[in-house]
């Protein structure tokens, strides 16, 4: 059902909630998470997040897909997640060499992963929501769908592929959620 304009406008003052009965599983690809948070201005609150998807949906796996980077603030934060009831993901950042500048390309995919850990999982969820707009997970998401999963998808415009926008049963913009799960900027 296509909206108008003004039933937009007035969705999004409204306060948002996810309407989905059953298991939930949460998906997150944090550097896709990272990214459109940081295009919004704003720095994600995991604590935050957490609670937020714990009042709206009955959570039985909560998947946080990272780079490990080796320092010691990082693996504060990997601890603080864990911490949170975050499930861990990680695997070390790789660099390719850009052969034109002599340049690395900083790289660490989790598709593969992502959709293993699905799939793994199927017979535990009715819902699965998924922070990511990688175009990848359309194949993904169709074979949810297709075994009577509801599939959202989390994401920012710009960083979503209209095809996950279509194929999902929702798409939740991340700016409907934005106040509740940004980093409140602490005063020096």
Do not use: C, M, P, W
């Given at each position: 059902m296509k909206l108008t304009r003004d039933q937009v406008k007035q969705?999004?003052?409204?306060?948002?909630?996810?309407?989905?009965k059953g298991q939930t599983a949460v998906f997150i690809d944090a550097a896709n998470l990272e990214l459109s948070?940081?295009?919004?201005?704003?720095?994600?609150?995991?604590?935050?997040?957490s609670e937020w998807l714990n009042n709206q949906v009955k959570?039985?796996?909560?998947?946080?897909?990272?780079?490990?980077?080796?320092?010691?603030e990082h693996d504060g934060f990997l601890t603080l997640l864990k911490r949170t009831g975050y499930k861990l993901i990680t695997k070390h950042l790789k660099l390719i060499k850009n052969r034109k500048d002599g340049g690395h390309l900083r790289k660490a995919n989790f598709d593969v992963e992502i959709a293993v850990d699905v799939i793994k999982r199927l017979d535990v969820f009715d819902n699965c929501i998924l922070f990511s707009g990688d175009s990848d997970f359309h194949y993904l998401i169709n074979e949810l769908k297709r075994v009577g999963k509801t599939v959202v998808v989390a994401s920012l415009k710009y960083?979503?592929?209209?095809?996950?926008?279509?194929?999902?049963?929702?798409?939740?913009?991340?700016?409907?959620?934005?106040?509740?799960?940004?980093?409140?900027?602490?005063?020096?």
């Open positions: 969705v999004a003052k409204e306060e948002f909630h996810l309407n989905l948070a940081k295009d919004l201005g704003f720095k994600v609150d995991y604590k935050n997040l959570i039985v796996f909560l998947g946080f897909y990272t780079a490990r980077f080796d320092t010691k960083h979503v592929a209209k095809e996950l926008v279509e194929s999902s049963d929702f798409y939740l913009d991340l700016r409907k959620i934005r106040s509740k799960i940004q980093r409140s900027e602490k005063k020096a």
